[in-house]
C-alpha cells in the first residue's frame, strides 16, 4: 500500500535526519541515553504523517521536515518520562532509560529532547507567521498532552472513573498527540483553517480509538514488554476496560477490582492479572472496547469526508493504516 511505503521511506529520513540533530557519539551524558531508547525502535509515524500531509495538499514536504523531526524529538521526550511515571521497566523488549542510566540522567534527556522539539521548530524554512503558527501548535500539543497525562496518573484505581472521564483523559493525552505531525505539514502547505480544524477533529477521534486498542493489546499480547501481559493491571492504570467495568460490575467485583489496581507493581501477582482478566470477560469489557473503537474510526471517516478539500485519499489511507495497526 501507498502509505506504507511513504512512511517507510520518510522513516528512514527522519532516521539520518536526527542523528544530525542529536549525534549519536557524543560524550555529553544525553547522547547515549537518548539513542539507547531511539535504537529500540519505533516507525517514525508521527514525522512520516506530517510529510505525507503536507505533501500531499501540495507543500514541499522539505520544508516541513525540520517540524517532523520536532514533532519525533517531543514524542520521544513523553515515552522517556511516561516509562519513570509508569515504573515501566520495559519498552519494546529492552531496559527503559531510566532503568539503565537512572532517574535522573533518563529525566534529563527527555528534557533534552523537548529543547531540541523547539530549537528545530525555530530553524523551519518557512515565514515567521507559518513559523509562529508551527511553535504553537508544538506548544498546544505538549500543553494538552501532560493535562492528559495528569488525569491519568491521578485515576489510578480511581473509584468514580468512567467512560466519560476515560475519553476526555485520551482526546487530550492522545487526540492533540496524534494530529499534532498533520495539522504541522497542513500549515506548512499553506492549506485554510478550516482543514486544518477537521485534521485536529481526526486526532480526536483516530487518538483515542488507538489508545483503546493499546489498552486491549496490554491483555492479550502485552504492550512489547517483553511479552509481559498486564502491565497496566500491575501500574494501576485507568483503561478503558477498568472504566466499564467500574460502571456495570457488581459491588463486590468493584471493590476487589480496585483492590488490586491499589497495590504496588511488586505486590500484583499473576493470579491478579487473571482474576482482572476475568472480570474484564465476565462483563464483555474487551467486545465493548473493541466495539467502541471500531465506532470511533467510523466517525473518523466522517470526519474525513468533511474535510473542505477535492482530493480526501490521503486521509483516506491514513485512517485505514491506523486502523490496521489497530488489528
Not at 497495590?263 to 464483555?284: F, G, H
Amino acid at each position: 500500500m501507498r502509505i506504507e511505503e511513504s512512511i517507510k521511506a520518510y522513516g528512514a529520513k527522519i532516521n539520518e535526519l536526527l542523528q544530525e540533530l542529536i549525534p549519536p557519539d557524543r560524550k555529553d551524558y544525553l547522547s547515549e541515553p537518548i539513542w539507547h531508547h531511539m535504537r529500540t525502535g519505533g516507525k517514525r509515524v508521527r514525522p512520516a504523517l506530517c510529510l505525507i500531509t503536507c505533501e500531499a495538499l501540495g507543500g514541499n514536504p522539505s520544508d516541513a521536515i525540520p517540524f517532523a523531526l520536532a514533532v519525533e524529538a517531543m514524542h520521544n521526550m513523553f515515552l522517556l518520562h511516561d516509562d519513570i511515571e509508569d515504573g515501566d521497566t520495559i519498552r519494546r523488549d529492552q531496559p527503559t532509560v531510566w532503568v539503565k542510566y537512572g532517574t535522573a540522567n533518563a529525566i534529563n534527556a527527555g528534557d533534552y529532547l523537548l529543547a531540541c522539539a523547539y530549537k528545530i521548530t525555530l530553524a523551519s524554512p518557512v515565514s515567521l507567521e507559518k513559523k509562529i503558527q508551527l511553535l504553537q501548535v508544538l506548544t498546544s500539543t505538549y500543553e494538552k498532552t501532560v493535562e492528559g497525562q495528569a488525569l491519568d496518573i491521578n485515576a489510578r484505581a480511581a473509584e468514580d472513573f468512567s467512560v466519560d472521564k476515560y475519553m476526555k483523559m485520551v482526546e487530550l493525552k492522545t487526540g492533540y498527540y496524534l494530529a499534532c505531525g498533520m495539522v504541522g505539514g497542513a500549515i506548512v502547505s499553506g492549506i485554510s483553517e478550516q482543514v486544518i480544524e477537521k485534521i485536529w477533529t481526526l486526532g480526536k477521534t483516530m487518538g483515542p480509538a488507538f489508545q483503546i486498542r493499546d489498552d486491549l493489546i496490554d491483555l492479550t499480547h502485552g504492550k512489547g514488554r517483553g511479552g509481559v501481559i498486564g502491565s497496566d493491571v500491575k501500574e494501576g492504570k485507568a483503561s478503558f476496560l477498568y472504566s466499564h467495568a467500574l460502571q456495570v460490575a457488581c459491588a463486590e467485583d468493584k471493590k476487589r477490582l480496585r483492590e488490586i489496581m491499589l497495590k504496588s507493581r511488586d505486590e500484583t501477582t499473576d493470579n491478579d492479572i487473571q482474576w482482572v482478566l476475568d472480570v474484564y470477560k465476565k462483563y464483555n469489557a474487551m467486545q465493548y472496547a473493541q466495539e467502541y473503537a471500531e465506532n470511533l474510526v467510523k466517525q473518523a471517516y466522517t470526519t474525513i469526508d468533511e474535510i473542505p478539500v477535492e482530493d480526501k485519499t490521503v486521509f483516506k489511507e491514513i485512517a485505514f493504516f491506523m486502523t490496521q495497526r489497530m488489528s
